[in-house]
């Protein structure tokens, strides 16, 4: 099983600025890798598919890179409304994974 | 418009048995594979099981290998997840999520509102 490792798992942040989360798996994955947003009692909505690629409708603050075993998803001039949980998901594999989710609070 | 809605959910003995289902619309369904995903109550997300756009090739999660069963009706439009010898720790709220599939991958792109199971005496 592939395991997938968030940094951090909370972050309080103030609006405007720039926020990096970061992914780690456990082995290689290539650019199979995806953000979610998920705000409460909401499901998720994918953000970035492929590492990089940027979902139809995303605000272009939100951005991803990384391949292999490293990812990184950055929000650019944080806005209210970006205060969410944010999970990276593998689809490498079976069984699929999940990181264990950044908590986002805004100041 | 994709949309994706489950029902079914609801309160549950343990060891007894429940099936929840998900309605699509808005997308040829028969072309998809489909997912089902769960988020116990304040945890993460837990993905639980895949079936092909066919419905011939399944896969499971281990916490749930032969306990559940997926399944879909192309003709309905609708994915099915029959849980059986359900535990405390299948309580969550379950997702059904489209998975498409391109040259460079395939990704859960649309999700549903989720349906609420709660295994409890």
């Known amino acids: 099983e592939i395991v997938l490792t968030q940094s951090p798992d909370f972050q309080s942040v103030t609006p405007k600025e720039k926020v990096t989360i970061t992914c780690r798996a456990s082995?290689?994955?290539?650019?199979?890798l995806h953000w979610y947003q998920q705000k409460p009692d909401q499901s998720p909505k994918l953000l970035i598919k492929y590492a990089s690629q940027s979902f139809s409708g995303v605000p272009s603050r939100f951005s991803g890179s990384g391949s292999g075993t490293d990812f990184t998803l950055t929000i650019n001039s944080l806005e209210a409304e970006d205060a969410a949980t944010y999970y990276c998901h593998q689809s490498s594999s079976f069984p699929y994974t999940f990181g264990q989710g950044t908590k986002l609070e805004i100041k | 418009e994709v949309q994706l809605v489950e029902s079914g959910g609801g309160l549950v003995q343990p060891g007894g048995s429940l099936r929840v289902s998900c309605a699509a619309s808005g997308f040829t369904f028969s072309g998809y594979e489909m997912n089902w995903v769960r988020q116990a109550p304040g945890k993460g997300l837990e993905w639980v099981s895949y079936v092909s756009s066919g419905g011939t090739t399944m896969h499971y999660a281990d916490s749930v290998k032969g306990r559940f069963s997926i399944s879909r009706d192309n003709a309905k439009n609708s994915l099915y997840l029959q849980m059986n010898t359900l535990r405390a720790e299948d309580t969550a709220v379950y997702y059904c999520a489209r998975r498409y599939c391109s040259t460079t991958g395939c990704v859960n792109d649309y999700w549903g509102q989720g349906t609420l199971v709660t295994v409890s005496s």
């Open positions: 082995q290689s994955i290539g650019s199979n």
